[in-house]
Each structure stands twice: as C-alpha cells, then as structure tokens.
C-alpha cells in the first residue's frame, strides 16, 4: 500500500461535522437540490464497513449505493466457496445479521457444526473452528454450486444480494481469486487462519495478496467509483481489508483520479480499534496506529477524512497532510450513530 502524503494545497482547518447531510442533499432520500439521486461508491470491508454501509443507506437509499467489497480474506471451507466480507455486508444491508457478533445470520442455530465437531476425534484436528451456521450454509451451498457451473462471483454476489432483498449494488473486487497470505514468526498462514484458528493473537511480519497482480477488477467496479458523485473508504482494516481491494490492478488508480471527491473514514479511535486487529497490525508493520496514522496511508487517495472526537487533537498534523480533517463521534453502537457518522462523512465531500 502507498503511504506517501497527499498534494499539498488541502484545508488547514478542522471541521466539527454538524448533523444532517450535507448541504444540497436531503436526508433519506438522498437527493441533491435538482431532485438527481447522489451517487455513493463505498470500499468496504469486514464488519466496520457493513455497520457504515447501513448507515449510508439510511442517509441515501440502498438504491444509490454501489459497495465494493473486499474478497482477499475468501476461503474453502468443507468444499465450500466463503466469503466472509461480502456476505457480512449482505446481511448487514438485508437487516438479517447477528448484531451480536457483526457476522452471520440471527436467530442461527448450529446443528451442522456440532456434528462436524464429533469427527474432530477422527480427523485429529478440530473441523469446525470456522463457524458456519445451519442457515448461512445454504449461502455458500448456492455459491459454490453455480461457482461451478460457471457463472462468476459478480454473478453469483447479484443473486444473493436478490435474494435477500438488498437493492444496493454489491460488487466483489474482482472475479479472479485474490488471497490474504499473512506471514507470522511461524511462516505463512492464510488469512483466516491468522484471524480465527489464532485469533489473531501472533505479531504479524508481512502481508501479500497472492493473485492480485494478474486479477481485474469486476465488472462495474471502475465504473462505480469514476461515476460516483462521493466514494467513501470505509471504517475497515486498512491493511487486510481495504488493501486487498486497492492491489487489484486499475483500482486504486480509479480511487486517486477521485480523491477530489473520496472521503475516508479512520478505523482507529484514540489509538484503539473498536474490533479486531487493526490497531496491532499497522504498529506491526511499521505504520502509526492513530487517525493519523490512517490519514497518511489514506492520504493520496482522500481528500477528507472523519475522525472521532477522541482524536480531535490530531487534526493539524492530518490537515498538513493536505487531508480536510472532519471530528464527528464515530463508534457505530447502533442504526441512530451509523446514520449521524454517513451524514457526516458525506458532508465531508467538497
């Protein structure tokens, strides 16, 4: 990932983000004065950016949204073709999801992973360390079998998405396989191996996405952020879960052709990462763990960038990046925070 500053020439004073959107743009309808819909393009990844992808939609409506989601942390499990970013953000968008955890369906139940679980004595390894509930089987059941029948992932992400009645457009980054490798003290693992069967608890010495060098980006993706009238980076790892998404050839050039109108939004809050390892990983491979910190990586791809009023002391150093520093509270603890912290980061946008 780049980590160079930005041009100079940016804002040199902080915002205090107000509520409500941006001027020129009305509340849940997502209109600009004129009545033309405002066009969102997310980069979203993992939990974190389902939460602010919903409260984008409640700011604009599903119908103006375009999200591309990360797919480097996909996997094989049992057969089957999972992809954890995707349908996180599926289920987030369908109001389905386990709020609880931020992954999976509500109301799951387990009868197939206890089963599984009794051969563990058989296997000599656990088989069930990744959890995949009775319902959310039927999701990666129905993707593997048309993944094999040819059709491909873009395809196969749209009839979820149908399915469940999410009528945001939800592109994976690229229909070829990009894979997360994490190299530990140990060697290299697979990135839910890292994330779930070590929780990711082991220092990590280096991240690659195997594969992105030869992928493209999906079709509609290049599109989606040259046409939109605001892209958002999302609130999400920016090593594993944005940076997969930025290696995909073309598309991290699409995102700095637009840093006039890109806005990103720090995961990190007064030098913690509500959830996961991001604060770790970006001190274990020599990045700030601070807004900071994100607003230099983010900073030749985004022209704004909110971050919580925790780090509202941060914003010179960010503004001489030549990055418009919003201050907006941005712990996502429900739909109500989700909708305030969207407004803001639309607001953001020039």
């Not at 009868?111 to 959310?136: H, I, N, P, T, Y």
């Not at 039927?138 to 749209?158: D, F, K, N």
């Amino acid at each position: 990932m780049n980590t160079g500053q930005a041009p100079a020439g940016g804002r040199t004073q902080a915002v205090a983000a107000e509520a409500g959107p941006r001027p020129g743009h009305s509340g849940a309808g997502g209109s600009p004065a004129g009545g033309a819909a405002l066009a969102v393009t997310a980069i979203a990844g993992g939990v974190g950016a389902a939460r602010m992808l919903s409260g984008i939609a409640s700011v604009v409506g599903q119908r103006s949204m375009t999200a591309v989601v990360n797919t480097g942390d996909d996997t094989v499990l049992h057969g089957l073709h999972v992809c954890p970013d995707l349908d996180t953000v599926t289920y987030m968008m369908a109001g389905v999801s386990n709020l609880e955890t931020g992954w999976g369906l509500a109301g799951e139940t387990w009868g197939v992973m206890e089963a599984l679980a009794a051969f563990d004595a058989v296997a000599g390894r656990s088989l069930a360390w990744f959890r995949l509930g009775d319902k959310d089987l039927a999701t990666h059941l129905y993707r593997t079998g048309r993944l094999a029948a040819g059709a491909t992932l873009s395809q196969v992400t749209s009839d979820i998405a149908t399915r469940f009645g999410v009528e945001a457009r939800l592109l994976p980054m690229s229909d070829q396989r990009v894979e997360t490798r994490v190299t530990l003290a140990s060697g290299e693992v697979g990135f839910q191996e890292y994330f779930v069967g070590l929780g990711h608890a082991v220092p990590v010495k280096a991240v690659r996405f195997a594969g992105s060098e030869v992928a493209r980006p999906a079709p509609g993706v290049l599109q989606a952020i040259e046409r939109a009238d605001i892209v958002v980076i999302c609130p999400s790892n920016p090593v594993v879960s944005i940076g997969p998404v930025l290696a995909v050839p073309g598309v991290a050039e699409a995102i700095v052709r637009r840093r006039g109108a890109t806005v990103a939004v720090s995961p990190i809050i007064a030098g913690k990462a509500l959830k996961g390892p991001a604060d770790r990983m970006l001190a274990e491979l020599g990045y700030e763990p601070s807004a900071a910190g994100v607003a230099e990586m983010w900073a030749p791809y985004a022209a704004a960038i909110v971050v919580d009023n925790a780090d509202a002391g941060l914003a010179p150093r960010i503004e001489a990046l030549g990055v418009r520093c919003v201050v907006a509270p941005s712990v996502m603890s429900g739909p109500a925070e989700a909708a305030k912290l969207a407004e803001a980061a639309l607001g953001a946008a020039p």
